[in-house]
């Protein structure tokens, strides 16, 4: 099986090194010994319905609320994400997954309405590291910075992806979402390089199976190192 990562406008939505994303799910396919075919698809060309899994990032207000009514007009992701294709989305691409968005005005902008979200302003930007605990049991602690302005509320029924335990994420202690196949998250860094159990997990659920944690040293080098950064002695302790 070759999994088909879609990485959907990478020039409109990759302001923060999210394109990253892809090569460490690359990588990491590759260490399991699973085959990954790339396709970018620019901001106006058509989106495949078929792929595996599909990665937006982040990306600055106007070209969010772009990104969102690309992807609204086309209407294949919705298609793929019906069927239960793997989904990250990163910062802008997290917030678009909402019913709404703050856009460059501050104005509500219509999101994908894929999942019950709905993002407003911070008081304050956040900007910086962001340190925090899955609820998905076997996942370690998550490492990468945020830089946004949103707060994104979510719904009763959508789990958040972890607990805060340095930064802001979602605003209210929380961050990120997981729901079916969909993460959404505020990690950058890129975020699946500092966290190749995230990779894992997606490619997981592209193959239908569990796959073996394979720690590199180098990236558990990186991640003590970042996560020491906000955290000091305690980086490993329980948040
Ligand atoms: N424009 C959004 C915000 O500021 C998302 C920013 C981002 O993707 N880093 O909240």
Do not use: K
């Not at 990491?28 to 990032?57: C, F, K, Q, S």
């Amino acid at each position: 099986m070759t999994i088909t990562i879609v990485s959907i406008y990478p020039a409109l939505l990759g302001t923060y090194g999210d394109a990253g994303n892809v090569l460490a799910l690359r990588h990491r396919a590759g260490l399991h010994g699973l085959a990954t075919e790339v396709v970018n698809v620019a901001a106006g060309e058509p989106i495949p319905a078929g792929g595996d899994l599909y990665v937006l990032g982040g990306g600055e207000d106007s070209a969010q609320t772009a990104a969102a009514r690309g992807i609204r007009a086309d209407g294949s992701l919705r298609t793929a994400f019906e069927r239960g294709a793997a989904l990250l989305a990163v910062c802008a691409g997290y917030q678009l997954l909402g019913e709404y968005f703050p856009d460059a005005t501050g104005a509500p902008a219509e999101g994908l309405g894929f999942i019950d979200l709905r993002t407003d302003r911070l008081p304050r930007r956040a900007v910086g590291e962001l340190a925090a605990d899955p609820q998905l049991p076997g996942l370690p602690r998550l490492t990468g910075y945020e830089n946004h302005g949103g707060a994104t509320h979510r719904g009763p029924g959508v789990e958040p992806l972890a607990a805060v335990v340095a930064g802001v994420g979602n605003g209210d202690g929380t961050e990120g979402a997981i729901a079916g196949h969909v993460i959404g998250t505020y990690l950058h860094g890129p975020g699946l390089a500092r966290n190749p159990a995230v990779a894992d997990l997606l490619l997981s659920w592209c193959v239908g199976e569990t796959l073996e944690p394979l720690l590199e040293p180098d990236v558990e080098a990186l991640r003590e190192e970042r996560l020491r950064s906000v955290l000091g002695d305690g980086w490993n302790r329980p948040g």
